[in-house]
């Protein structure tokens, strides 16, 4: 399916023929991509929910909570990866371009061991 160490292109294309193969094409519209990366989301917060630091930190020791994180990670992913292909947005340089502001909103002088603001003025 997907090399060792494939790029975000080579598994953005195992999927479109993972869904191609299935005819899911119809079924995959933006809105419902959107919709199932929420679901996914919500998914993933159910493995921390009502769980305390220390609890969670004793859970990522245990195997099945790890493959339990990886795969909501994983499908949250795909469908993000698939959101981008169907709408005709370069995942790789969506990302790098998206770095790149980043590296300009929080230089690293200035942001260093600091987190941003939940609300700032300049925003």
Do not use: C, H
Not at 11 to 18: S, V
Request: zero cysteines.
């Amino acid at each position: 399916m997907v090399d060792e160490e494939p790029s975000l292109n080579k598994l953005t294309q195992a999927i479109r023929k993972f869904v191609n193969d299935r005819q899911w094409q119809g079924f995959q519209k933006p809105n419902a991509l959107a919709q199932s990366i929420a679901i996914e989301t919500g998914e993933l917060l159910e493995l921390f929910q009502w769980l305390r630091e220390d609890e969670i930190e004793e859970l990522l020791l245990s195997d099945k909570y790890v493959e339990a994180l990886s795969d909501e990670i994983a499908d949250i992913l795909i469908y993000a990866l698939r959101l981008a292909d169907v709408i005709g947005i370069d995942a790789s340089k969506s990302i790098k371009d998206k770095m790149k502001k980043n590296e300009q909103k929080y230089p690293q002088k200035d942001w260093a061991g600091r987190i941003p603001d939940k609300i700032t003025k300049n925003e």
